[in-house]
């Protein structure tokens, strides 16, 4: 275990002002982690003070790439130009691939409470960059949970085993998962190999293949097989473990557009200034 423990990154969350004023704990999107390949950016709200959530995220452009929110405590209101509207409870979760262009909104449905979720941005590939865009948007019952002595298991994105998640990304292949674990107990698994892969815990603290890993921490994988053994601390942990294949094609980011060059970039601010930023309505699913 002394191998791969010396081929992985810690990277601490840092707080951050989003939205309206929102405080997240960010990873990717760093200095320490700008872009994890096919992953650009990871924002983790949790706060049960409603100063820092309550101005929410008013209506905002996407362009380039997808977003996945997954909320695990709190209400949360989905907008967008395309006329979907989504209401996300504890549990639930949104897939959006703004891809040619979404305007949306996410604003809290609570004035107090636990407000808590991710919010991850997958990269396209530059083929897909113009794509239309696709809202999915599923309640908390419509993921699978597998439950074992040691640890509780969502399937999110992808699968695990032969268990299937509703959503599936066939660009990035990615998989999501929420894992709980019990004290002192083990969590093994083996991601695709050559993937990018991380662990990011959000309850707790535990070892990741022997090397500690605090509360709000991201644990970047660097190993060939990307095989991994996280051990949860004398309290329960609680993280998610994401994997995806990368692109390896030039990212060019301004704010919420993201794409492969910068005149790419100089016709996205062109077509929002202009008011033809939207081109195709978004269709939407539910289960």
């Known amino acids: 275990m ?49 100063n820092d959530y309550i101005a929410g995220f008013p209506s905002h452009p996407h362009r380039g790439f997808i977003t996945f929110t997954y909320m695990l405590d709190g209400y949360m209101q989905h907008q967008d130009s395309m006329g979907n509207t989504g209401n996300l ?26 407000l808590r979720g991710f919010q991850l941005w997958i990269n396209l590939p530059a083929v897909n960059k113009m794509d239309h865009p696709e809202y999915q948007e599923f309640p908390a019952t419509a993921f699978p949970v597998i439950e074992t002595a040691d640890y509780r298991l969502k399937v999110l994105i992808g699968r695990f085993g032969d268990t299937v998640a509703p959503i599936q990304d066939d660009l990035t292949q990615v998989t999501y998962f929420d894992v709980q674990l019990q004290p002192g107990q083990h969590f093994q698994h083996q991601l695709p190999a050559q993937n990018t892969s991380f662990v990011y815990v959000f309850e707790g603290n535990g070892q990741f293949n022997g090397q500690a890993v605090a509360l709000h921490s991201l644990v970047a994988m660097a190993t060939d097989d990307n095989i991994f053994d996280f051990v949860a601390g004398e309290q329960e942990a609680r993280f998610i473990v994401v994997s995806g294949k990368p692109l390896h094609e030039p990212i060019v980011q301004y704010g919420p557009f993201v794409m492969s060059t910068r005149e790419q970039i100089d016709e996205a601010l062109q077509d929002y200034q202009s008011n033809q930023f939207v081109r195709d309505k978004a269709w939407i699913k539910r289960k």
């Open 2 to 50: 002394n191998t791969l423990a010396n081929s992985i990154r810690i990277i601490p969350a840092t707080a951050v002002p989003e939205g309206a004023g929102v405080i997240v704990h960010r990873t990717i999107g760093t200095a320490a982690l700008r872009n994890y390949d096919p992953f650009l950016l990871l924002d983790h709200i949790s706060s049960d003070n409603p």
């Open 89 to 114: 409870e504890p549990g639930s979760a949104q897939w959006m691939k703004a891809a040619s262009g979404v305007i949306h909104s996410e604003m809290p449905k609570q004035e107090n409470g636990l």
